[in-house]
């Protein structure tokens, strides 16, 4: 099973205040996935990346997937009140012969953006 | 928009009780998967179906079990609950199994707590 840890675990800041989170692993994935989940729903996609060392801009937000497509991060700017949620990210293994590959989700990042 | 429906939205049950927790899609999409989701633990896959007629065990799947008669369908069954299945369990579905899994679609969660 190939893991994917997230860092923080929780991270609460002020509004308009920038932050990154982390998302890492020792495998490598053939591409990385960054969902939002709000309380009573279920998560819901960002962003995919694909290539290694690829930027990928939303809004304020931006992903990057690292060279050697093993880690990922998500950097916030000027993060506001709607920014609030649960980011997980989700690494979809090389694709083989079998086509069984699952996603495999870290573990999160709750962020609390304080008004 | 419909997306994936999930029911009962909330259950509590006692220990030994058999449940079934009910799953539909209306997007016609070829793999269905079903989550729990833990504080601290993520989202970890118990059962998923890459085509209507098959399935095949994730992470956790002891305790569980699934059927695919169509596509649109997907129940997950506890034949007798216990304490450690109090869980958020998603029905999720994506286009294409596999590797090429692409974006995952999640219904809003079952809520099961096993007295």
């Known amino acids: 099973t190939q893991l994917l840890e997230q860092s923080p675990q929780f991270l609460s800041i002020q509004e308009g205040e920038n932050l990154t989170v982390y998302c890492n692993s020792s495998?490598?994935?053939?591409?990385l996935q960054w969902y939002r989940q709000e309380p009573g729903e279920g998560p819901v996609l960002l962003v995919t990346v694909v290539t290694g060392g690829e930027v990928k801009k939303l809004k304020r937000l931006t992903f990057q997937f690292g060279d050697a497509r093993k880690d990922s991060s998500l950097h916030i700017t000027a993060a506001q009140p709607g920014d609030t949620g649960l980011y997980l990210c989700a690494g979809v293994p090389p694709i083989s012969n079998f086509g069984n590959e699952k996603l495999t989700f870290g573990t999160g990042t709750r962020l609390t953006i304080i008004p | 928009i419909a997306g994936i429906t999930q029911a009962p939205t909330s259950q509590i049950l006692a220990a030994g009780r058999r449940m079934t927790l009910r799953c539909t899609q209306d997007?016609?999409?070829?793999?269905m998967y079903w989550y729990r989701q833990d504080l601290g633990l993520g989202l970890r896959l118990i059962h998923y179906?890459?085509?209507?007629?098959?399935?095949g065990k994730g992470e956790v799947p002891d305790g569980y079990s699934v059927s695919r008669a169509n596509t649109d369908d997907f129940p997950l069954t506890l034949a007798s609950a216990v304490p450690s299945q109090t869980s958020v369990y998603f029905c999720?579905?994506?286009?294409?199994?596999?590797?090429?899994?692409?974006?995952?679609?999640f219904g809003e969660g079952s809520r099961l707590t096993v007295l």
């Open positions: 999720a579905s994506s286009r294409q199994p596999g590797g090429k899994t692409g974006e995952l679609f």
């Open positions: 997007m016609r999409h070829n793999a």
């Open positions: 179906s890459n085509t209507a007629g098959t399935t």
């Open positions: 495998s490598v994935f053939s591409s």
